[in-house]
């Protein structure tokens, strides 16, 4: 199998720690498209959508999609990157797309913890969990009809990373 592995899920579910030991553990290249986008922009998130509004920002994204695509290639994509049908079926056809699922307390857990602002300005202007709450229920279908695999992304790094590769079928004990 080569094709690329695109990692679909909510803020903070995840998609970018268990990317980068997803592709060393199977010697894939790795890819996030947000630090693509922001390393090609010469400017954070928070900084593009000041100057270009959220639209500006999703056009950024979908390019950056784009560019990373390759085969032996983690791909983490950006919370928002499912929101574009054009993007939901480039990755659908082009690899395999895996959710990272897990609930509300948790994601709002780990955000709370590291906000990470500039790479994570507000959505909604509401507080931390509201707008977990708020951003998965409008997205929760979106990143279920995006995916081949949906992987139970509140256990550890290493767990999720043995879920995904037995959904692969490229790991002997499942
Ligand atoms: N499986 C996990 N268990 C515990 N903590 C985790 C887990 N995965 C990620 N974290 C922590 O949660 C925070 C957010 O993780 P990460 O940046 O990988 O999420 P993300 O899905 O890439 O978010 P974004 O959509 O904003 O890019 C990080 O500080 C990370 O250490
Ligand atoms: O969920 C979202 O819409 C976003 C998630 C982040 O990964 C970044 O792509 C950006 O902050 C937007
Ligand atoms: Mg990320």
């Known amino acids: ?5 695109f990692l679909v899920g909510a803020r903070g579910c995840g998609k970018t720690t268990v990317g980068g030991e997803l592709a060393q553990a199977l010697n894939y290249r790795f890819a996030d498209t947000d630090h693509w986008l922001q390393q090609n922009a010469g400017m954070n998130v928070a900084q593009i959508v000041e100057g270009e509004g959220w639209a500006g920002f999703r056009q950024r994204e979908s390019q950056a999609l784009q ?16 929101l574009a049908d054009h993007n939901r079926r480039f990755m659908r056809e082009r690899g395999v797309v895996i959710y990272l699922e897990a609930s509300v307390a948790e994601l709002a857990r780990r955000l709370e913890a590291f906000p990470e602002e500039g790479q994570r300005p507000t959505l909604t202007g509401r507080g ?7 951003v998965l229920a409008a997205r929760d279908a979106l990143y279920r009809e995006a ?28």
Not at 67 to 82: D, H, K, L, S, Y
């Open 128 to 134: 931390i969990s509201d707008e977990v709450a708020e």
């Open 147 to 174: 995916a081949h695999h949906v992987v139970d992304a509140s256990l550890p790094p290493q767990q999720v990373v043995t879920q995904i590769l037995c959904a692969l079928r490229l790991a002997d004990a499942c």
């Open 1 to 5: 199998m080569t094709q690329p592995l």
């Open 67 to 82: 560019a990373v695509t390759a085969p032996e290639q983690v791909i983490a994509t950006g919370g928002g990157m499912v």
